[in-house]
T-cell receptor, first 117, second 115 residues
Framework: AQSVTQLDSHVSVSEGTPVLLRCNYS??????LFWYVQHPNKGLQLLLK??????LVKGINGFEAEFKKSETSFHLTKPSAHMSDAAEYFC???????????????FGQGTILTVHP | DGGITQSPKYLFRKEGQNVTLSCEQN?????MYWYRQDPGQGLRLIYY???????QKGDIAEGYSVSREKKESFPLTVTSAQKNPTAFYLC??????????????FGPGTRLTVL
């Protein structure tokens, strides 16, 4: 079984300050981990993904995340927030259990990021 | 442009009516998925299909049906048996190279409201 917990339902930052969105996961197998962003009434856009290569993953728009197996975490960070970063963010785990290609995604509950001027 | 299209963007339905949501992709992906999104609940998997003419129930399939007659198309029917159909519906697809380590690509969504 796999699960994802996003530790904050809402995060509020000022423009130009760092962003930290926290995510913990559990998985019986070696997971792939993803962060997606969703703007209001839009589909989901992939920010970055971890698939067992480098543990520090760089994504689009200046975001990055670090896979820490010992802490079962995959927190999303950005050094300096921009107004356009305001959106909902989803941490997602995928497990290719038993060598299948099913790739079922399990989503966290989402974190709404608000950026103040 | 390669991508996933969903139509319509907004859909209104009267109680007791079936309605079909369209999802088309030109990414040549084998696998396609339907999710339902409700506020504060993330995304929940309704149905998925790994190949043409085959599909499987997800976590919340009751009251929904799908078909996969063509690789590029995966329509979802919301039936009158679905007790709470008002939601945002997202379609996704995924290439099957590298197994489950590929990301899913999402369409723009359809917001269904039952009146």
């Amino acid at each position: 079984a796999q699960s994802v917990t996003q530790l904050d339902s809402h995060v509020s930052v000022s423009e130009g300050t760092p962003v930290l969105l926290r995510c913990n996961y559990s998985s019986s197998y070696s997971p792939s981990l993803f962060w997606y962003v969703q703007h209001p009434n839009k589909g989901l856009q992939l920010l970055l993904k971890y698939t067992s290569a480098a543990t520090l993953v760089k994504g689009i728009n200046g975001f990055e995340a670090e896979f820490k197996k010992s802490e079962t975490s995959f927190h999303l960070t950005k050094p300096s927030a921009h107004m356009s970063d305001a959106a909902e963010y989803f941490c997602v785990v995928s497990v290719d259990a038993g060598g299948t290609s099913y790739g079922k995604l399990t989503f966290g509950q989402g974190t709404i990021l608000t950026v103040h001027p | 442009d390669g991508g996933i299209t969903q139509s319509p963007k907004y859909l209104f339905r009267k109680e007791g009516q079936n309605v079909t949501l369209s999802c088309e992709q030109n990414l040549n992906h084998d696998a396609m998925y339907w999710y339902r999104q409700d506020p504060g609940q993330g995304l929940r998997l309704i149905y998925y299909s790994q190949i043409v003419n085959d599909f499987q129930k997800g976590d919340i399939a009751e009251g929904y049906s799908v078909s996969r007659e063509k690789k590029e198309s995966f329509p979802l029917t919301v039936t009158s048996a679905q007790k709470n159909p008002t939601a945002f519906y997202l379609c996704a697809s995924r290439g099957t190279l590298a197994g489950g380590r590929n990301e899913q690509f999402f369409g723009p969504g359809t917001r269904l409201t039952v009146l």
